[in-house]
């Protein structure tokens, strides 16, 4: 197998001769006691040439000769029994490969936490775009003919489409502690609220892409974008009856991911690779948008029915809630999912006596699962919506509501962990307060709803305030039962290289590595090399997701950097630098292998879920500000002041990318992004129909990096990814509130739901039933 490239390519990616780069923003606040340092060097993005100039190659920018092209049939019902296929007598099969589910050699299966989902259907469709057959052709002009004249055969049966109506749970956690119903009876204010949140589309700018190549050893090699190769590789093996050497995985660049090719690119994988094997060529699996769209898991839906109990002075005293998930059709990744929303759901406040419940229900809708967030967003939405709430009921401010209720140093958990380490809540929320001038402008726009009263002006201007928390690596257990590893190695000439199989999807994964193990080396950056990401060249160091890398894999790989260096220096007398060539010369190659072990802590008992849930919590706030057309309640969110606490920043400006991009999916979650069904079918399931926001909706937004260091890894990094999606959405919302003075429960606000609120509430100050 080959890849073109263009003869420039050397050229084009040749170290860039520029001055090194100094970022003035974003505001880094380092711990207390520190000192901030001046603007430092920052080494460039290591794939960022290829990029900028359109020379990275993708997976369908690669060139592999004899590649077959590939094709997916699939079901138009939601729910049926599947009869078989009809292929017309009257088209010519003989240049194209049919694949079914008779043909699979090893299990019809889906490898993942449960095995439900079929590579195939066998007997029963399950929801609309359910994979049932395969083509291959060796080009696209036959292939798009031969869909043409298949036909799929089913029966329809009932389907479920409402969570609540539905009797298949895949999975129920609950979290308790102190006695809830005493608590909420003797509490002088209750607030009661129920909040619903739809589906949201990662919508990576690569669509999902697959290339399967057939071994010699009957085995398979496949290409691709994804962001987890050791999740495809068991997925190719139960599927093809493989061993661990005749499946391999190599990641190609990869443009996004945001969760959405954490497990689905599998099954992209397994569809590829079957018709590999059947056609004895290689296949290309690439989809179209709106292939990607129709048929890839999305953000869970959920319903969070929430009660706050509190004193007449504000103290929190009960929290009860109950959350109901929409998984789809199948299992994917949605115990874990409702695991991680239902341990954030009490929010990042500390409260006696607390009652979470969650359960995740099947429907006959495309399967949900991982999304940038993972299930915090959904539950931590309402946890905001109540504190903004309580406030706005007990004529408090909403950030001094926040002050009182916040966890410190100390603080209990609803799972009992007690937090002693890198606890900056109040950090987060006082440094965006500040910088967004909170106070003075919710004042300002009081004193224009005063002004105002018994008119209506065209907008209104609110500002909004939101605080969460993000449990940084694998809920509980998870990172034990991972075991992650990774490899720093002393090649020929001296040169260190990082074998791990964290992925580079844009942010950052190529950039920081190198960089850690540069400082403990004592080396600049463009020393230190970068194995591909091969399952047969690196290690299973975890998936790339669950604000994990910089923090799990990151601490490993450090860990190993610094073993390597003492080993050198230890051997030769001198600087690793200065003899780490001599060593190889004298010794050989050297190879530094770190496995994971548990942080200390209290160990988190999965079947009672109490214990320490994670090792650490970022912790983030956000302050937005916003325009309301008050005629055609359309939503113009014109700032976003977002403090992020990120363990110790690695790349300023990288971490600030993180936190700009995620705080702008956030306000698209809270404004105008949604997925609309009929019977089981997404509806909008083009660009043209499904919105984000673009350029021209983004508003400014300020990011300020608070570090307060996790002592459990040596770099003290935690994770910053996933941060932002938790606090955009419900700061965007109370600056509506703020604004117009009614609450919005389900996302998206958009102008039909803010309008019929507006009108609600005329018709409730009217005496009219609203």
Known sequence: MRTLTPPDRAAATAPVADPPLTVPEPVIIPPDGATPGAARPLPLRREGPEKLTGTAVYVDDMVVPGAWYGA?????????????LELDDAFDWSQVVVVTAVDIPGENTIASIKRDQPVLVAEEIRHHAEAVALLAAPDRRILRAAKRA???RTEPLPAVFDPLGSDHEFARYEVARGDVDAAMAAADLVIEGTYRVGHQEQLYIENQGMIAVPRDDGGVTVYGSLQCPYYVQPALRRALALSESQAVVIQT???GGFGGKEEYPSIVAVHAALLARAAGHPVRMIYDRHEDIASTTKRHPAIVRYRTGVRRDGTLVAQDVDIVMDGGAYCTLTPVVLSRGVLHAGGPYECPNVRIRGRAMATNTPPNGAFRGFGAPQTEFAAEMQANRVADALGVSPLELRRRWVYQPGGITPTGQVLRD???????LDRAAEAAELERVRERTAAQRTAARGTRPATAHGIGLALAWHGAGFTGSGEVHLASVVQVDL??????IIRIASTEMGQGTKTIFPQLVAAELGLSEDEVDLAPVDTSQVPDSGPTVASRTAMVVGGLVVQAARRLRDQV???????FAASAADFVRDHGPLRVEQRFEPYPGEPFDDATYTGDAYPAFGWAAAVAEVDVDLD???????????ADDVGRVIHPLLAAGQVEGGTLQAVGYATIEEIKLQDGRYLNDRLATYLIPTALDAPRIEAILVEAPFEGVPHGAKGVGELPMDVGAPAVVAAIHDATGVWIHDLPATPERILAALVGADQAADGAPA
């Not at 049939?73 to 078989?84: E, K, N, P, V, Y």
């Not at 090649?491 to 260190?496: Q, S």
């Not at 359309?634 to 700032?639: D, F, G, H, P």
């Open 72 to 84: 997916t049939i699939r079901s138009t019902d939601a729910h049926a029994r599947f009869l078989g």
């Open 150 to 152: 298949v036909r799929v």
């Open 253 to 255: 660049e990869t443009g």
């Open 422 to 428: 890198s606890v900056a809540g109040l950090e987060v």
């Open 491 to 496: 090649e020929t000439g001296g040169r260190p």
């Open 569 to 575: 220096e230890t051997a030769t007398g001198r600087p």
């Open 632 to 642: 055609t309640g359309e939503v113009a969110v014109r700032s976003v002041v977002a």
